[in-house]
């Protein structure tokens, strides 16, 4: 490989910090960044980039590189932090991160290092990038840890993207990783990885949303219309969602002893223009199993639309692929028909589209139906 200067993100974890490690390692320039993205009450308990950037301080300090701190926040709750919140207000369940890749870490991060000088910038995603040079395409990979792979928040990225990037430890597993960054020394290689959106941490959700969303009381109504229970807004409820609804401990109006009754009840559906959350008994319940699904905004990593045919899919991060046929597509839409029924289908979550390892791109959410 042509040595190049690289700018790497370091975010304070064990992954960015190997990354910049191994990048040194092979002769590059290497120059890192620390990304403060949020500044509502970031020194919290819950979400402090101050002892983050100690961390990614210490890492470059080890390595023997420079590290730059530089402030995104303002086009953090512009590009991503503004759309997440309308979404929830539409009574959906966006997926922030992959935002913030889109038009943060891949976006103003890159504009950044490319002021500074940098040819490509590298990340700790585990992923993996690489061109075909009989399309002239770069293509995004999976990681080849299964466990970590991570190319489901990258997959609206583009080809300009895409050819500037790098995902080193995309190629290790997570423990090979840690096993590094044990042997040089790294401040941070028995770090805890981090969990869930920054800004919210560990925080209980609902006590942050509620900063930002208004919130109106509703019926909570089972599959006979009967309602049992009131919810606190909407927006704070997911498809699928068990804990937190306040009915934990409610029997089936009529239920006979063997009959399910003390089933977990599980949220099915929120009818958003009566302002009414639906429920049902039990994880396997029809409702909360979907054959089709429609997806808007779609974004493709080749530039174009993928081609109608089978593929397999993930409607969630972590989600073991499904098969899958695509269709009905246009320049922003397109449909996905399940071999076998996928359980809760939610709208404002990204649907993700695979050949063998090779992402191909998704869309959003729209909507879902049980066929059978």
Same mark, same amino acid.
């Given at each position: 490989?042509?040595?190049?200067?690289?700018?790497?993100?370091?975010?304070?974890?064990?992954?960015?910090?190997?990354?910049?490690?191994?990048?040194?390692?092979?002769?590059?320039?290497?120059?890192?960044?620390?990304?403060?993205?949020?500044?509502?009450?970031?020194?919290?308990?819950?979400?402090?980039?101050?002892?983050?950037?100690?961390?990614?301080?210490?890492?470059?300090?080890?390595?023997?590189?420079?590290?730059?701190?530089?402030?995104?926040?303002?086009?953090?709750?512009?590009?991503?932090?503004?759309?997440?919140?309308?979404?929830?207000?539409?009574? #959906?369940?966006?997926?922030?991160?992959?935002?913030?890749?889109?038009?943060?870490?891949?976006?103003?991060?890159?504009?950044?290092?490319?002021?500074?000088?940098?040819?490509?910038?590298?990340?700790?995603?585990? !992923?993996?990038?690489?061109?075909?040079?009989?399309? $002239?395409?770069?293509?995004?990979?999976?990681?080849?840890?299964?466990?970590?792979?991570?190319?489901?928040?990258?997959? #609206?990225?583009?080809?300009?993207?895409?050819?500037?990037?790098?995902?080193?430890?995309?190629?290790?597993?997570?423990?090979?990783?840690?096993?590094?960054?044990?042997?040089?020394?790294?401040?941070?290689?028995?770090?805890?990885?981090?969990?869930?959106?920054?800004?919210?941490?560990?925080?209980?959700?609902?006590?942050?949303?509620?900063?930002?969303?208004?919130?109106?009381?509703?019926?909570?109504? $089972?599959?006979?219309?009967?309602?049992?229970?009131?919810?606190?807004?909407?927006?704070?409820?997911?498809?699928?969602?068990?804990?937190?609804?306040?009915?934990?401990?409610?029997?089936?109006?009529?239920?006979?002893?063997?009959?399910?009754?003390?089933?977990?009840?599980?949220?099915?559906?929120? $009818?958003?223009?009566?302002?009414?959350?639906?429920?049902?008994?039990?994880?396997?319940?029809?409702?909360?199993?979907?054959?089709?699904?429609?997806?808007?905004?779609?974004?493709?990593?080749?530039?174009?639309? !993928?081609?109608?045919?089978?593929?397999?899919?993930?409607?969630?991060?972590?989600?073991?692929?499904?098969?899958? !046929?695509?269709?009905?597509?246009?320049?922003?839409?397109?449909?996905?028909?399940?071999?076998?029924?996928?359980?809760?289908?939610?709208?404002?979550?990204?649907?993700?589209?695979?050949?063998?390892?090779?992402?191909?791109?998704?869309?959003?959410?729209?909507?879902?139906?049980?066929?059978?």
């Amino acid at each position: 490989m042509v040595k190049q200067r690289i700018v790497v993100g370091l975010s304070g974890g064990v992954d960015s910090a190997v990354t910049a490690y191994l990048l040194k390692q092979q002769g590059h320039e290497v120059v890192g960044i620390f990304m403060k993205n949020w500044e509502d009450d970031d020194n919290s308990e819950y979400c402090s980039s101050n002892i983050d950037f100690v961390d990614a301080a210490a890492v470059a300090d080890v390595i023997g590189i420079e590290i730059e701190h530089v402030n995104f926040a303002s086009e953090y709750r512009d590009r991503v932090f503004a759309e997440f919140l309308r979404e929830y207000q539409a009574g #959906r369940t966006p997926n922030p991160d992959i935002l913030c890749n889109a038009e943060i870490k891949f976006k103003a991060f890159l504009e950044h290092a490319i002021r500074l000088g940098a040819e490509r910038i590298a990340t700790g995603h585990y !992923a993996r990038v690489r061109h075909n040079p009989s399309s $002239d395409l770069f293509e995004l990979l999976k990681g080849v840890d299964p466990g970590k792979d991570q190319s489901y928040f990258l997959h #609206r990225l583009t080809q300009n993207q895409l050819a500037k990037s790098l995902f080193p430890v995309g190629a290790l597993l997570k423990s090979e990783v840690r096993r590094v960054a044990e042997e040089i020394g790294l401040p941070n290689a028995k770090k805890k990885d981090s969990t869930g959106i920054c800004f919210i941490g560990e925080r209980p959700f609902r006590e942050f949303l509620n900063r930002y969303i208004a919130h109106a009381p509703g019926p909570i109504k $089972d599959t006979k219309g009967r309602t049992i229970g009131e919810h606190v807004g909407l927006s704070f409820y997911t498809l699928g969602q068990r804990q937190g609804l306040g009915i934990g401990g409610l029997k089936a109006k009529g239920a006979h002893k063997g009959s399910g009754e003390h089933a977990p009840w599980f949220v099915a559906k929120k $009818d958003i223009e009566n302002n009414t959350l639906w429920v049902v008994q039990g994880h396997d319940h029809p409702w909360l199993q979907s054959m089709t699904l429609q997806a808007i905004d779609a974004s493709w990593l080749s530039g174009s639309p !993928a081609k109608a045919g089978s593929y397999a899919a993930k409607t969630r991060y972590r989600q073991t692929d499904a098969l899958c !046929a695509l269709s009905g597509l246009d320049a922003t839409h397109f449909s996905l028909q399940f071999n076998l029924p996928q359980w809760a289908v939610t709208p404002g979550q990204s649907a993700v589209l695979y050949a063998e390892d090779i992402c191909l791109g998704g869309g959003i959410i729209s909507s879902s139906y049980c066929e059978y």
